[in-house]
């Protein structure tokens, strides 16, 4: 069975300063990886995604993520917090090919990312 | 710019109704995935299909929800009878999976905001 924990419910940053989101996730087979983002009264968009290859992943928006296998570990990071970065941001593991869940993804309990001025 | 649309975006109903959610996924998208999210439980997968067959419906309360995809082009979410401990946000989200894994995105549509009273 797959599993996400996303340490910290909310972070709060400065404009300007690094953002760190963390995510670990647990899998019996190689994961895919997605971290998506939830503003105020809307869906979930994709900010990233890992499937194979190139372990540092670029996003949308200057975000971007690593993932260590060794940590089991997929932790979003962007330079510069935006004030437009305030939102919710989730980490969802899939299984990859070989796997039998048909895309299904298995979500984190989100963390609330909130930029001060 | 090709979305996922739901229908109702808002409803408000009285414990004891009938209340039925729809969505149309993008066209060419073999898969539909329904999710609730409340503040408790996150983000909860309660069914997906693909190609319009149910693959898995064991996140939904069997006596009460039901789920279809009567064509491609409109899914349904249905609540009989309705309870107040069902009222959250119910989104819907499609994506082309190929294989049986899961590297492909999934796109949300903007989510049904239910509450009964």
């Known amino acids: 069975a797959q599993s996400v924990t996303q340490l910290g419910s909310h972070v709060s940053v400065s404009e300007g300063a690094l953002v760190l989101l963390r995510c670990n996730y647990s899998?019996?087979?190689?994961?895919?990886l997605f971290w998506y983002v939830q503003y105020p009264n809307q869906g979930l968009q994709l900010l990233l995604k890992?499937?194979?290859?190139?372990?540092l992943v670029k996003g949308i928006n200057g975000f971007e993520a690593e993932f260590k296998k060794s940590e089991t570990s997929f932790h979003l990071t962007k330079p510069s917090a935006h004030m437009s970065d305030a939102a919710e941001y989730f980490c969802?593991?899939?299984?990859?090919?070989?796997?039998?869940?048909?895309?299904?993804?298995?979500f984190g309990q989100g963390t609330i990312l909130t930029v001060h001025p | 710019d090709a979305r996922v649309t739901q229908t109702p975006r808002d409803k408000v109903t009285e414990m004891g109704q009938e209340v039925t959610m729809r969505c149309q996924p993008i066209l060419g998208h073999n898969t539909v995935f329904w999710y609730r999210q409340t503040m408790m439980q996150g983000l909860e997968l309660l069914a997906y299909?693909?190609?319009?067959?149910?693959?898995?419906d064991s996140g939904m309360p069997k006596d009460r929800f039901s789920a279809e995809m009567p064509d491609a082009t409109l899914a349904t979410l249905k609540i009989q009878p309705s309870e107040p401990r069902d009222s959250a946000v119910y989104f819907c989200?499609?994506?082309?999976?190929?294989?049986?894994?899961?590297?492909?995105?999934?796109?949300f549509g903007p989510g049904t905001r239910l509450t009964v009273l």
């Open positions: 890992y499937t194979t290859g190139a372990t």
């Open positions: 899998s019996s087979v190689p994961p895919y």
């Open positions: 299909f693909r190609n319009r067959a149910p693959l898995d």
């Open positions: 989200a499609s994506g082309l999976v190929t294989g049986t894994g899961g590297a492909d995105t999934q796109y």
């Open positions: 969802a593991v899939s299984e990859s090919a070989g796997g039998t869940s048909y895309g299904k993804l298995t």
